[in-house]
Antibody, heavy 118, light 110 residues
């Protein structure tokens, strides 16, 4: 059973960079065939797809966030990470990491709340 | 504003059948992309309930079923149980290969 766990600061100041890590167990992020994804959920429940990394290096981002997002992977630690620059209050959300297989997200982390506030 | 449209809430008595609609457009569901459904209890990891329109992962009860037609899809829960009280989300893809979601539907068991 694949398990994912998000970690990172719960509070980020406006204009700074949000950094989160997803630790994966029960499966290798470098085994191929899966897209390792970040998704966020706003307080009104809406979910937003942020982007993914696959083949340990290729990435694709939501066009609406592309200029601010970087997703990277550390295969030695079986982790992948999210960096979101120049954050504002609108980036306050619960951030999830998930595994995508054939466009469905079959395993998710429990999520981590990130608040952007001074 | 979510890309896919779901009703905010549905409710039913135990044992009843409820359905949740998910309406998209010709850019996502109508373009032939599959629809997937998730069950989410706040504070927990969302759970894949239905994939590829009408398939259940191992362990998901057959009380849950999905269908898709045109630019819409639906999730049906038959024999509603108290444990089914949760938020449900539909998800599809678009031509730019990004995931698109519905706004979520809260199911209340009366």
């Amino acid at each position: 059973q694949v398990q994912l766990q998000e970690s990172g600061p719960g509070l980020v100041k406006p204009s700074q960079t949000l950094s989160l890590t997803c630790s994966v167990s029960g499966g290798s992020i470098s085994s191929g065939g899966h897209y390792w994804t970040w998704i966020r959920q706003f307080s009104g429940k809406g979910l937003e797809w942020i982007g993914y990394i696959y083949d340990s290096g290729s990435t694709y981002y939501n066009p609406s966030l592309k200029s601010r997002v970087t997703i990277s992977a550390d295969t030695s630690k079986n982790q992948f990470s999210l960096k979101l620059t120049s954050v504002t209050a609108a980036d306050t959300a619960v951030y999830y990491c998930a595994r995508e297989e054939r466009r469905a997200f079959d395993f998710w982390g429990q999520g981590t709340m990130v608040t952007v506030s001074s | 504003q979510s890309v896919l449209t779901q009703p905010p809430s549905v409710s039913g008595a135990p044992g009843q059948r409820v359905t949740i609609s998910c309406t998209g457009s010709s850019s996502n569901i109508g373009a032939g992309y599959d629809v997937h459904w998730y069950q989410h209890l706040p504070g927990t990891a969302p759970k894949l309930l239905i994939y590829d329109n009408n398939n259940r992962p191992s362990g998901v009860p057959d009380r849950f079923s999905g269908s898709k037609s045109g630019t819409s899809a639906s999730l049906a829960i038959t024999g509603l149980q108290a444990e089914d009280e949760a938020d449900y989300y539909c998800q599809s893809s678009d031509s730019s290969r990004r995931g698109v979601f519905g706004g979520g539907t809260k199911v209340t068991v009366l």
